[in-house]
T-cell receptor, first 116, second 111 residues
Framework: DSGVTQTPKHLITATGQRVTLRCSPRSGDLSVYWYQQSLDQGLQFLIQYYNGEERAKGNILERFSAQQFPDLHSELNLSSLELGDSALYFC???????????????FGPGTRLLVL | SQKIEQNSEALNIQEGKTATLTCNYTNYSPAYLQWYRQDPGRGPVFLLLIRENEKEKRKERLKVTFDTTLKQSLFHITASQPADSATYLCALSGSARQLTFGSGTQLTVLP
């Protein structure tokens, strides 16, 4: 158990809908990362937050957005869903003492999203 | 463009042998490299981190080497066991702040 929690575990929805994925980092970790993993794309970095602020952006679509709240939990919002958004979405956290150096990341169990 | 390649999609070896996985990269100058293990349907789990000024790192039956001249890392599992069967991912840090993961090598250790 990494100490990172994600809810829900599974999500089935229809095209055009909007969903919210939730992540609670390990106690004390300030950085949260979101990744998408699909069969053909591998593990793709989406976005990083550090202590409530966006720190780095990867291959995140404009239909997707995220935020980190004062209690450090994070939410990833996916809207106007398409079939191709079906994937495993992972959250990871790290201590990131200064928010700039990359350290070991601890991954949650993931949310499996199926868009029908 | 930056690219990470892991030697093969799948690797089968006999129990007790040493498994060697390769991670090659281009157009990167990584400060460090990490190896993760991922089991089906689960999140990656950190195994080892090696910095650019380190040649080799060990942890129990695991060994990682990092050759910045060859732009290559080798990941070894000695005395492999069926429980080592999983997908192994290498990840690099670059000038950007995020880790970039390779596509992984699926290792199967046959009893």
């Amino acid at each position: 158990d990494s100490g990172v929690t994600q809810t829900p575990k599974h999500l089935i929805t229809a095209t055009g809908q909007r969903v919210t994925l939730r992540c609670s980092p390990r106690s004390g970790d300030l950085s949260v990362y979101w990744y998408q993993q699909s069969l053909d794309q591998g593990l793709q970095f989406l976005i990083q937050y550090y202590n409530g602020e966006e720190r780095a952006k990867g291959n995140i679509l404009e239909r997707f957005s995220a935020q980190q709240f004062p209690d450090l939990h994070s939410e990833l919002n996916l809207s106007s869903l398409e079939l191709g958004d079906s994937a495993l979405y992972f959250c990871a956290s790290s201590p990131n003492s200064n928010g700039r150096t990359q350290e070991t990341q601890y991954f949650g169990p993931g949310t499996r999203l199926l868009v029908l | 463009s930056q690219k990470i390649e892991q030697n093969s999609e799948a690797l089968n070896i006999q129990e007790g042998k040493t498994a060697t996985l390769t991670c090659n990269y281009t157009n990167y100058s990584p400060a460090y490299l990490q190896w993760y293990r991922q089991d089906p349907g689960r999140g990656p789990v950190f195994l080892l981190l090696i910095r650019e000024n380190e040649k080799e790192k060990r942890k129990e039956r695991l060994k990682v080497t990092f050759d910045t001249t060859l732009k290559q890392s080798l990941f070894h599992i000695t005395a492999s066991q069926p429980a080592d069967s999983a997908t192994y991912l290498c990840a690099l840090s670059g000038s950007a702040r995020q880790l970039t993961f390779g596509s992984g090598t699926q290792l199967t250790v046959l009893p």
